[in-house]
């Protein structure tokens, strides 16, 4: 089954402790990006990967750190989380040069 | 800065009623116009989408949207809503020939479908 795998789903952790959300897809995709979805400001992307090696900002990427080491895997790094990270995190992946994104499950996160 | 508006935040329709989701976009270019919906506790999911061709997509679930290019519009449209379409539903705009992997989404919409 294609499909987009994140994990953890749920987290709650504390400010400046270091976490790192996991994505992984089985579609063979060479783009990959990161979401945050909040209340009010709908999805805004914090990072994307064109293919291996390759990652750029998005729109809000402050706080953040990605790495594309393997065409499947695209880790989201919170290296000192803060409260204003809490979120729900949603990492998505889609072909080349077809623009429609396949979406995990989500990630809801808090930081206290 | 490429920009998607949608215009209503919150809807709230009986079931059989009509639904019509504002969706302007602003790029002067050639795009890719997507509808994903998100029912409540659940991923996004596309709902149907536009690349080209006629103007008028049919989606899953009864679901169609018209590209206006004219009007930089893509608006979502539904004869009769069931209380399942229940959910929040985002416009998406991708640049042809960009990154395709750079959507950007409007703000959403909050569909709520009374029985």
């Known amino acids: 089954e294609a499909q987009v795998t994140q994990n953890p789903r749920y987290l709650i952790t504390v400010t400046g402790k270091k976490l790192t959300v996991t994505c992984s897809q089985n579609m063979n995709h060479e783009y990959m990006s990161w979401y945050r979805q909040d209340p009010g400001l709908g999805l805004r992307q914090i990072y994307y990967s064109m293919n291996v090696e390759v990652t750029d900002k998005g729109d809000v990427p402050e706080g953040y750190k990605v790495s594309r080491k393997e065409k499947r895997n695209f880790p989201l790094i919170l290296e000192s989380p803060s409260p204003n990270q809490t979120s729900l995190y949603f990492c998505?992946?889609?072909?080349?040069?077809?623009?429609?994104?396949?979406f995990g499950e989500g990630s809801r996160l808090t930081v206290l | 800065a490429q920009s998607v508006s949608q215009h209503n935040h919150h809807v709230i329709l009986s079931e059989a009623a009509s639904l019509e989701l504002g969706c302007n976009y602003s790029y002067g270019g050639t795009v890719n116009l997507f509808w994903y919906v998100q029912y409540p506790g659940q991923h996004l999911q596309l709902l149907l989408k536009?690349?080209?061709?006629?103007?008028l997509v049919k989606g899953i679930k009864g679901f169609e949207a018209e590209f206006i290019k004219s009007k930089f519009s893509f608006n979502l449209r539904k004869p009769s809503v069931q209380w399942s379409d229940t959910a929040e539903y985002f416009c998406?705009?991708?640049?042809?020939?960009?990154?395709?992997?750079?959507?950007?989404f409007g703000q959403g919409t909050t569909l709520q479908v009374k029985p």
């Open positions: 998406a705009v991708n640049l042809q020939g960009g990154n395709t992997g750079k959507l950007i």
């Open positions: 998505a992946s889609s072909g080349r040069g077809t623009g429609e994104l396949f």
């Open positions: 536009y690349f080209s061709g006629d103007p």
